[in-house]
């Protein structure tokens, strides 16, 4: 048969608590962490300022010009206005010329003739002609 050995057990070595180790490095770990975080957020706040600083001058810079082209646009709108005032009257007059129905009356007020079958009529001055006195005692 065979023989079995017996198991043995290894002690288990009971150590001191490392507590008073830890504390101490903790607060180490506290400090540099709190450190890191200032140094971080002070990074971030004057980075911060820095592109603020910069927007601002890019800004202040842009103005003149944003003002220029405004007074530009207000200038050409109102000629766009204009033209298209003219424009509309230019259609009318085109409109008119072009329509055969008032083709005799274009005529007649480019040459000044008239025609065959109008008389024309010319207006006195009431000053001219004297009334006849038989003429106001009727009235």
């Known amino acids: 048969m065979q023989a079995t050995k017996p198991v043995q057990f290894s002690q288990v070595s009971q150590s001191q608590p490392i ?4 504390k101490v490095s903790s607060k180490q770990k506290k400090s540099t962490y709190i450190a890191g975080i200032t140094i971080e957020s002070t990074a971030k706040l004057l980075t911060n300022i820095l592109l603020s600083i910069c927007v601002t001058s890019a800004l ?7 003002q220029s082209i405004q007074e530009k646009l207000q200038v050409i709108e109102s000629e766009i206005e ?26 007649q007020e480019q040459s000044n003739r008239l ?6 009529i010319i207006w006195l001055e009431n000053n001219s002609i004297q009334p006849s006195s038989e003429s106001n005692s009727s009235l």
């Open 19 to 22: 507590q008073v180790k830890s």
């Open 60 to 66: 202040l810079k842009l103005l003149p010009h944003y």
């Open 82 to 107: 204009t033209t298209t005032e003219r424009l509309n009257n230019e259609k009318e007059k085109f409109s008119r010329y072009f329509d055969p129905s008032q083709a005799q009356t274009i005529m």
């Open 115 to 120: 025609d065959s079958n109008q008389i024309p």
